[in-house]
């Protein structure tokens, strides 16, 4: 395990006028839960619960049988874990059907989020597509590392987003694949930089965050700064998740590590 500190939990929050300033929170000094970010935890984020409510009940009307596109037959819990996992994709076979703990680089998510590079149509075809809820537990399975039974390994960062509002604020969501312990965050665990033209790092400390069970929610606030990116890092600080495991923050399977992202404005 990588070296993290050991001290104490707290909750917290980085209001947009600066650190300590009171805005964002309630009266007991604790975050306030955006509505933005409602409780999306994913205890059934596992191939059993998935097969049951998407491969088997909607993937499995074509995904059938000997017959099956592509040969992926999706009619089993069985099948669905060995003809997807780490099995390379027909379409692009540079890609794997599902990487465990790469959501972001498994093509069958690529297929039903319906990305711009994929071959043929978005999965299923021809729609209904799957909701947002049902994409993101199926990414958050395979961020845990898409285990036979059972939830998985580390908590990772499986959904990042990101958008300009109203051109003076950056808006970024990012989702874990599992949530987080209530006072996951100490204060100064998320720092923020903007990036300039020269490729140089620039202090702010005109943000806020809201956290909520899986969810981080940054707002960055970009009036009169020359920024062309933003520099975020979350600090492991013993970050822990609901089965008390660090957070993985840097993706490299083992528990600990800093997250670190920079989003291009």
Avoid at 85 to 98: G, H, I, M, Q, Y
Avoid at 133 to 149: C, F, K, M, S, Y
Avoid at 183 to 202: H, K, P, R, T, Y
Wanted: glycine residues 10%; charged residues 20%; aromatic residues 6%.
């Amino acid at each position: 395990m990588k070296n993290i500190f050991t001290l104490p939990m707290a909750a917290f929050i980085l209001a947009s006028c600066g650190v300590g300033s009171g805005e964002g929170l309630n009266d007991q000094g604790l975050p306030i839960k955006s509505n933005d970010n409602p409780n999306t935890t994913n205890p059934e984020a596992t191939l059993t619960h998935i097969q049951e409510t998407i491969f088997g009940a909607i993937c499995a009307r074509c995904h059938t049988g000997a017959a099956a596109p592509r040969g992926l037959r999706l009619d089993s819990e069985e099948n669905s874990y060995a003809f997807l996992v780490s099995r390379a994709a027909d379409e692009k076979p540079e890609l794997l059907r599902v990487n465990p703990g790469k959501p972001d680089e498994s093509y069958m998510v690529k297929k039903i989020q319906g990305d711009d590079d994929i071959v043929g149509g978005q999965m299923p075809l021809g729609g209904p597509y799957l909701s947002k809820e049902q994409i993101t537990l199926v990414r958050d399975w395979i961020a845990n590392g898409a285990p036979r039974t059972g939830t998985g390994g580390n908590t990772k960062v499986s959904q990042q987003k990101s958008r300009v509002s109203d051109a003076d604020h950056f808006i970024a969501d990012i989702h874990f694949s599992r949530a987080l312990q209530a006072d996951a965050f100490l204060q100064n665990s998320v720092q923020v930089s903007l990036i300039n033209n020269s490729g140089e790092l620039m202090d702010t400390k005109n943000f806020s965050i809201t956290f909520a069970e899986q969810n981080l929610h940054l707002d960055v606030d970009l009036a009169a700064q020359e920024a062309v990116a933003v520099d975020v890092r979350i600090t492991n600080t013993n970050v822990l998740d609901s089965e008390g495991k660090a957070l993985d923050g840097d993706n490299d399977g083992i528990e600990g590590g800093d997250y670190h992202h920079v989003y291009p404005l």
